[in-house]
């Protein structure tokens, strides 16, 4: 299939294993984060977002956590399955536009 | 619901030909946006429309790239003439309303190359 990214930094788990994917942002005015999972051949997918008002979310699975001193935003996966196996990207929302970052490339093996 | 739809998932086309392509937002979905993504790099906004406006054409190349949305719903993006450069995947998203919090969904997306 089609590879999203050749040469992007990689995190490989164990499958059960909990991942956490760490992404650094650049605007400290941005109020508004997500994080979205691109498998191969396919659009972005949202997993979870985050308003700058907290520091942590959780979802099925998922927590997003947020340093607003330091700018750093984390995404943790628990439990992880190979059908979390994808790019992730997160990205910030400035009016109305998403900049994304750097996406880190998820592999799980077993 | 169906999800965002594009047309065609891929194209291949000679230096300085046209190429267009297609976008049907999710049924309701008042803002469309147009990403380019190149390869191992996050998608790059180039245009949204609100409606039938585009209100955010800032990143689009104008001399090249021309964008439409004539009855609010669908879109396409064109390239004219096409350069090697353009190659990469371009994505098409909607969200229902358009404050910050509004959920942006993907399509598939549409992969050019150009030779």
């Known amino acids: 299939g089609e590879s999203v990214g050749l040469h992007l930094p990689t995190l490989s788990v164990q499958e059960g294993d909990n991942s956490i994917i760490n992404c650094a942002y650049s605007?400290?005015?941005?109020?508004?984060f997500i994080w979205y999972k691109q498998e191969s051949g396919k659009g972005p997918q949202f997993i979870i977002d985050?308003?700058?008002?907290?520091d942590k979310r959780q979802g099925q699975r998922v927590t997003v956590l947020l340093n607003k001193t330091v700018k750093h935003l984390s995404l943790q996966i628990a439990a992880t399955q190979p059908g979390d196996s994808a790019v992730y990207f997160c990205?910030?929302?400035?009016?109305?536009?998403?900049?994304f970052g750097t996406g880190t490339r998820l592999q799980v093996f077993p | 619901e169906a999800g965002v739809v594009q047309s065609p998932r891929y194209k291949i086309i000679e230096k300085k030909q046209p190429v267009a392509f297609w976008c049907n937002p999710i049924?309701?979905?008042?803002?469309l946006y147009w990403y380019l993504q190149n390869l191992g790099q996050g998608p790059e906004l180039l245009i949204r429309?609100?409606?039938?406006?585009?209100?955010?054409d800032s990143q689009l190349p104008k001399d090249r790239f021309s964008a439409e949305r004539l009855k609010g719903v669908d879109s396409t993006l064109k390239i004219q003439p096409a350069e090697l450069g353009d190659s990469a995947v371009y994505l098409c998203?909607?969200?229902?309303?358009?404050?910050?919090?509004?959920?942006?969904?993907f399509g598939p997306g549409t992969r050019l190359t150009v030779l």
């Open positions: 605007n400290s005015a941005s109020d508004y």
């Open positions: 049924s309701g979905h008042n803002t």
């Open positions: 998203a909607s969200s229902f309303g358009t404050t910050v919090t509004d959920t942006q969904y």
């Open positions: 990205a910030e929302n400035i009016r109305h536009k998403l900049i």
């Open positions: 429309y609100e409606n039938e406006e585009a209100v955010d």
């Open positions: 985050i308003r700058s008002n907290m």
